[in-house]
């Protein structure tokens, strides 16, 4: 952790214009981990731009009061810049159309991610598996550095945590997530009025399709293995969106003696996207990986090509292979 820390700190200081992104369609964590990031770096007067391959939804929108991130336009101009920051993930496929443009610059890139990492050099960025959220490294890059982390700062840093770590419930969250916590409260961030401008959003349809999906719910494997699948049917029956359907994976993990949850999302006629959920010990990234995905070793996920019924036959094979080397926990 630290040869990273110090390298990259340097890189900073040495440095005076900046590039922020995160990966395509960007969540909590990585809009808060980059914003943080930024006004930083603003305020110790670089130059930092913050572009983005999808515009930030509404609900994050909080991180960025200021309206400083700028969406990828397929014609827009790039002033150019030293270094490129890479927030939330280190695979270039997830960033999208910045791909290219990043890639174009031909200036050093560091990734700042906590997924799990197969890279040659991961010492040249600051990637750390065991990190609940990129936010807690940003975090704790911030500190390396001594930098004051005055109340925007802290407000980012705690809507990466919070949305990462699912409300400090995800197994990946420490003793240093809560300490971490604790500073930015104590730097003026308001837990309830945070938690509500992000989550209390739902729309009606989205809690009525919420409903039938639970509804439907199957299970194989002695209960072991419980799915759930959106159709594209369905979601235009309840007028919901994809976004809507995003946090689903959460409930099948609390159904009583399931150890792998999984959603089935029929995005387009042949591409179904598959989010993972393993509870306690039991790992599903190797799932992914095998359908071309990746993710935390406990929560991952990927596309498939193909039809509703075809993922859902193939990833429960795999799920049940996996469950194989995990005798069934009886309480
Ligand atoms: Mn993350």
């Given at each position: ?26 969540d909590?964590?990585g ?25 930030t ?25 030293d ?44 990637i750390?598996?065991a990190?609940?959220?990129?936010g807690?490294?940003?975090y ?22 919070m ?57 194989s ?13 369905t ?49 599903v ?13 406990h ?33």
């Amino acid at each position: 952790m630290i040869p990273p820390l110090k390298k990259i700190a340097k890189i900073i200081r040495k440095n005076s214009s900046f590039l922020i992104t995160t990966h395509a369609q960007p969540d909590g964590d990585g809009l808060g981990a980059q914003m943080a990031l930024h006004f930083y770096l603003k305020k110790i007067g670089k130059q930092s731009l913050v572009i983005n391959s999808d515009p930030t939804p509404p609900k994050f929108q909080l991180v960025d009061p200021r309206h400083e991130i700028q969406a990828y336009t397929p014609n827009m101009k790039l002033t150019p810049v030293d270094v490129v920051v890479v927030m939330d993930t280190h695979d270039w496929q997830m960033l999208g159309p910045m791909q290219p443009l990043i890639q174009s610059m031909k200036v050093p890139v560091i990734f700042i991610d906590h997924h799990v990492t197969e890279l040659d050099e991961p010492n040249e960025h600051l990637i750390d598996e065991a990190f609940g959220s990129t936010g807690e490294l940003v975090y704790t890059l911030l500190r390396w550095i001594k930098a004051d982390i005055d109340t925007e700062m802290a407000l980012a840093l705690y809507v990466a945590i919070m949305t990462d770590t699912s409300s400090f419930r995800f197994k990946r969250t420490t003793a240093h997530s809560h300490l971490i916590a604790s500073e930015l409260l104590q730097k003026g961030v308001l837990p309830e009025q945070v938690y509500q401008s992000i989550y209390a959003r739902d729309s009606i349809s989205k809690v009525r399709l919420f409903g039938n999906v639970l509804e439907n719910i199957q299970t194989s494997n002695h209960g072991r293995v419980a799915w759930l699948s959106v159709s594209r049917d369905t979601r235009e029956k309840y007028q919901a969106t994809i976004e809507d359907t995003e946090a689903f994976s959460n409930q099948l993990t609390l159904i009583a003696g399931v150890d792998i949850g999984i959603v089935f999302r029929e995005d387009s006629e042949s591409q179904i996207k598959v989010s993972l959920r393993g509870n306690g010990e039991i790992p599903v990234f190797g799932i992914a990986k095998k359908f071309g995905g990746g993710g935390h070793r406990h929560a991952a996920g990927m596309k498939i090509n193909g039809t509703l019924q075809q993922a859902i036959t193939q990833v429960c094979r795999e799920a049940n292979e996996v469950l194989k080397g995990y005798p069934q926990q009886t309480s």
